[in-house]
């Protein structure tokens, strides 16, 4: 299974950006997925998670309201709708598949490469 991250960048505080991130190599929907992000010196973090069907959904208190997790099983993509951006959602964001469970809990078995986003003030 691969993962392919895409969509990080810079922006100013208050902006939005839009993540994605590509599954490719085996069955979509069996998949759970999941948003993590990692700022420098700090432990990896879940951000956002999503269930195989699209209709249930998980965040973080620090992005909830903010951000927003979704998936088109037909393109075999998950999306991070990131807005009203701040400088500590600088970080490393990284996409994962979760065959068992979901939301933060779930056993993340295969990883994105990670993106970079950037939020400046």
């Known amino acids: 299974v691969q993962l392919q991250a895409s969509g990080g960048g810079a922006v100013q505080v208050g902006g939005s950006l839009a993540l994605s991130c590509a599954v490719s190599?085996?069955?979509?929907?069996?998949?759970?997925m999941g948003w993590f992000r990692q700022a420098p010196g700090k432990e990896r973090d879940f951000v956002a998670g999503?269930?195989?069907?699209?209709?249930?959904?998980y965040y973080a208190d620090s992005v909830k309201d903010r951000f927003t997790i979704s998936r088109d099983n037909a393109k075999s993509t998950v999306y991070l709708q990131m807005n009203n951006l701040k400088p500590e959602d600088t970080a490393v964001y990284f996409c994962?598949?979760?065959?068992?469970?979901?939301?933060?809990?779930?056993?993340?078995?295969?990883w994105g490469q990670g993106t970079q986003v950037t939020v400046s003030s």
């Open positions: 190599g085996s069955a979509f929907t069996i998949y759970s």
């Open positions: 999503i269930n195989r069907s699209g209709d249930v959904t």
């Open positions: 994962a598949a979760a065959a068992y469970g979901t939301g933060a809990r779930a056993e993340y078995d295969y």
